[in-house]
């Protein structure tokens, strides 16, 4: 079982930049396609973006794309999430997960590992 630690989430403004980090405990982390959900209260949790387990494809959210930018770095065990043009919308818990079903699919409910999660507030 992968461990995942978030890090990287705070106060951000509007139009301006974030980092999330997630650092994953596991020798295998080239076998695990990862992802970004993120949750606000009372919506369910939404895949934001993921990448496949060599970084060659990668999915994002309507409402992320050009702005979001997954990457993953197989020498440090770390996946990261670079958030630009930050809106008061992006607002949320950001939750790291992982999947190693042997499959670079991008469906929400393959992913069974998580992080605790890291909160992200935009301010306008």
């Known amino acids: 079982q992968v461990q995942l630690v978030e890090s990287g989430g705070g106060l951000g403004q509007a139009g301006g930049s974030l980092r999330l980090s997630c650092a994953a405990s596991?020798?295998?982390?080239?076998?695990?396609?990862m992802g970004w959900f993120r949750q606000t209260p009372g919506k369910e949790r939404e895949l934001t973006a993921a990448?496949?387990?060599?970084?060659?494809?990668?999915y994002y959210a309507d409402s992320v794309k050009g702005r979001f930018t997954i990457s993953r770095d197989s020498a440090l065990n770390t996946v990261y999430l670079q958030m630009n043009s930050l809106k008061p919308e992006d607002t949320a818990v950001y939750y790291c997960?992982?999947?190693?079903?042997?499959?670079?699919?991008?469906?929400?409910?393959?992913?069974?590992?998580w992080g605790q999660g890291t909160q992200v507030t935009v301010s306008s």
């Open positions: 596991v020798r295998t982390f080239s076998t695990y396609a």
């Open positions: 997960a992982a999947q190693a079903t042997g499959f670079d699919t991008f469906i929400p409910m393959v992913y069974y590992s």
């Open positions: 990448i496949s387990r060599n970084g060659g494809s990668t």
